[in-house]
């Protein structure tokens, strides 16, 4: 298989496609290798257009997914990310978002709360030279105080239940953006930290499989 054309396609027909017109976020999906970040039984599926199994869910443990790569496009560009940007990641997975992120911003911190996956993703990133990565393990619900404030927070996934606190490991004019619900009910939101209040609007729909550890709690029926 041909990747590089395989890449150079998805950038053309499922990317540009979706509204995505920010250069440099269109040459970060040009470049990073998408199979890399596959498991090798799905490598040959690693163009297609549609989330893709990463990790098969065991012990209690959900499946984890790469997102397509449509809909992570326009979550990125809508993060209005620059290159002095210190940026985090929620869900970082096998590291692909990262990358693409290592391509737009100053530095990134990709948390992670499998300990395999992110000992993989940052096995991987350090092999591929994505030298201003840092791959954290912890709570993805907690974000990650140590490094806080950042200049953009991006989940990549969807959440049921959206954790407030993390707003305030924003930088004063950050970004925040994130997923909310579930299924085609979803909708992509951009919250925007100004001082003490933070602004939000709905941008647009997106469904994408959800991240672990963001589910309603169940409700109490008589």
Same mark, same amino acid.
């Given at each position: 298989?041909?990747?590089?054309?395989?890449?150079?396609?998805?950038?053309?027909?499922? /990317?540009?496609?979706?509204?995505?017109?920010?250069?440099?976020?269109?040459?970060?999906?040009?470049?990073?290798?998408?199979?890399? *970040?596959?498991?090798?039984?799905?490598?040959?599926?690693?163009?297609?257009?549609?989330?893709? @199994? !990463?990790?098969?869910?065991?012990? #209690?443990?959900?499946?984890?997914?790469?997102?397509?790569? #449509?809909?992570?496009?326009?979550?990125?560009?809508?993060?209005?990310?620059?290159?002095?940007?210190? !940026?985090?990641? /929620?869900?970082?997975?096998?590291?692909?978002?990262?990358?693409?992120?290592?391509? @737009?911003? #100053?530095?990134?911190?990709?948390?992670?709360?499998?300990?395999?996956?992110?000992?993989?993703?940052?096995?991987?990133?350090?092999?591929?030279? *994505?030298?201003?990565?840092?791959?954290?393990?912890?709570?993805?619900?907690?974000?990650?105080?140590?490094?806080?404030?950042?200049?953009?927070?991006?989940?990549?996934?969807?959440?049921?239940? *959206?954790?407030?606190? /993390?707003?305030?490991?924003?930088?004063?004019?950050?970004?925040?953006?994130? !997923?909310? #619900?579930?299924?085609?009910?979803?909708?992509?939101?951009?919250? /925007?930290?100004?001082?003490? *209040?933070?602004?939000?609007?709905?941008?647009?729909?997106?469904?994408?499989?959800?991240?672990?550890?963001?589910?309603?709690?169940?409700?109490?029926?008589?």
């Amino acid at each position: 298989m041909d990747y590089a054309q395989a890449r150079a396609k998805m950038v053309d027909c499922q /990317i540009r496609t979706m509204d995505v017109t920010q250069h440099a976020v269109l040459a970060a999906f040009s470049e990073v290798p998408r199979e890399a *970040f596959v498991p090798a039984k799905f490598v040959q599926l690693a163009y297609i257009d549609d989330d893709l @199994l !990463v990790k098969e869910g065991k012990d #209690g443990a959900p499946d984890r997914f790469m997102m397509e790569a #449509g809909q992570h496009a326009r979550l990125v560009q809508l993060a209005e990310i620059t290159p002095n940007d210190v !940026v985090l990641e /929620i869900g970082c997975a096998t590291g692909y978002g990262a990358a693409i992120l290592s391509r @737009l911003a #100053g530095s990134v911190v990709a948390l992670e709360s499998d300990p395999e996956l992110a000992e993989e993703a940052s096995a991987k990133l350090a092999e591929l030279g *994505f030298d201003n990565v840092a791959v954290v393990q912890g709570d993805l619900a907690a974000g990650y105080q140590d490094e806080a404030p950042y200049d953009a927070i991006i989940f990549s996934g969807a959440v049921e239940v *959206f954790p407030q606190a /993390i707003l305030t490991q924003l930088r004063d004019g950050g970004r925040l953006v994130v !997923v909310e #619900g579930t299924g085609n009910a979803a909708r992509a939101k951009l919250y /925007i930290r100004e001082g003490e *209040f933070t602004a939000q609007r709905t941008v647009f729909n997106s469904a994408v499989k959800p991240l672990p550890g963001f589910s309603k709690a169940p409700e109490f029926v008589f």
